[in-house]
């Protein structure tokens, strides 16, 4: 649970399980859920976030994407809020390591569920008026889910990795407009 100042609030996934170097490579994600403190009153708030496991990547030339749908839930104004993100790599950097190699990784957000694309997120960077259309906090009633999260393993990383456990933390900090 973490709460940084009111209407915002933080997800905080950490890779588990990392590389196998057999015929390709094992990663998996853990995403950790969110709870307020006093989630009746929260203006902001974030449910719905599962593990992330790519399983064996077995083609290390295109992209592996996982993407996962969540409930973003926001009391302001016109149900506006805003998504930030910051790795655990050096200045907030999208990195995993395994403690010699370090392998980037991209993030993106979509305001719609069921989404595979969306806005580049970068560390640090608040991406503004995104919408929801979630009818309370845990999208109980109305739509189950209402956003977008894809985690990306570009080619490009996961050609030059080498073998190893690969872990690092990703925080997502979802704040009131």
């Known amino acids: 649970m973490s709460v940084f100042g009111q209407g915002q609030a933080s997800c905080v996934p950490r890779l588990r399980r990392g590389w196998r170097a057999t015929a390709g490579l094992s990663v998996g994600i ?13 203006k902001v708030r974030i449910t719905g976030l599962s593990d992330v496991n790519f399983g064996t990547i077995s083609n290390l030339t ?12 926001s009391n302001s104004t016109g149900n506006l809020y805003g998504v930030r993100a910051a790795g655990s790599g050096a200045g907030g950097g999208f990195t995993l390591t395994n403690g010699v190699t370090t392998m980037a990784y991209d993030v993106r957000w979509n305001s719609q569920s069921g989404q595979t694309n969306g806005t580049v997120l970068t560390s640090g960077v608040l991406l503004t008026t995104q919408t929801t259309n979630a009818q309370n906090q845990t999208c109980s009633t109305g739509p189950p889910t ?3 999260l894809i985690v990306t393993l570009p080619a490009t990383s996961l050609s030059s990795a080498s073998a190893g456990n690969y872990s690092g ?9």
């Open 62 to 73: 295109i992209d592996a994407v996982q993407a996962q749908s969540m409930c973003v839930y």
């Open 146 to 148: 209402t956003a977008s």
């Open 169 to 177: 933390t990703l925080t997502l900090i979802v704040s009131e407009e």
């Open 30 to 42: 853990l995403l950790l859920q969110l709870a307020l403190a006093t989630p009746a009153t929260a």
